[in-house]
């Protein structure tokens, strides 16, 4: 069975795909977060909310290991190397008090995932202090137990953190596809050339297809 995605059909195996969910947290999503201080117009990246509700409804009923992420600092930020503190020209840095709680900061409730996708008892969570779900995480050591050897991304934002990971994974041998309707970026232009840029030279990060394609071909393969 095939997923119709771009630039050519996406294979799926008799064991299923993983689904990734990246960063779905307040600081990203709602107003007064990180993301809202970097001056983001977070309203956009509601758009892919229900569509990722929908996908995570389906990868549940479906049996497909969910892997959900969070970009966090520990409360000493520690993890927080200075260089990423110090960007940026904006009132609120990381570890700084918003009115969500301190920014970027793990345990607080800005940085919880959000109620629409809070995980499930099982469902893996890794809790990542960089753009990468592969750095400094357990990530790496978590697939190869699940069986997992494709990959269906969704999350915020398409040009960091799921870019980041989607190359991260592709480098360590993992075949990923990326939810187009199913990321968002603040910037309309940077989403569309992520998707130019994964699937150019014939899929040289990956695939990417619509949610639609991406529940059709689960639903024939594992329903
Ligand atoms: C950012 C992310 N944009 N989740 N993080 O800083 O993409």
Known sequence: MFIDAHPYPYALL???PALVIIDMQRD?????G???ALGNDVGRLQACVPVIARLLAVARRLGLPVIHTREAHRPDLSDCPPAKRQRGNCRLKIGDA?????LL???EPGNAIIDALKPLPGEVEIVKPGKGAFYSTQLQQILPG???T???F????TEVCVQTTMREANDRGYQCLLVEDGTESYFPEFKRATLDMITAQSGIVGWVASSEAVISALERTYG
């Open 14 to 16: 008799k064991r299923p």
């Open 28 to 32: 990203f999503v709602e107003p007064g």
């Open 34 to 36: 990180f993301g809202d």
């Open 98 to 102: 918003g009115p969500m709680g301190r």
């Open 105 to 107: 900061v793990d345990g």
């Open 146 to 148: 699940l069986g997992v």
């Open 150 to 152: 494709h990959l269906l």
């Open 154 to 157: 969704t999350g915020v934002t």
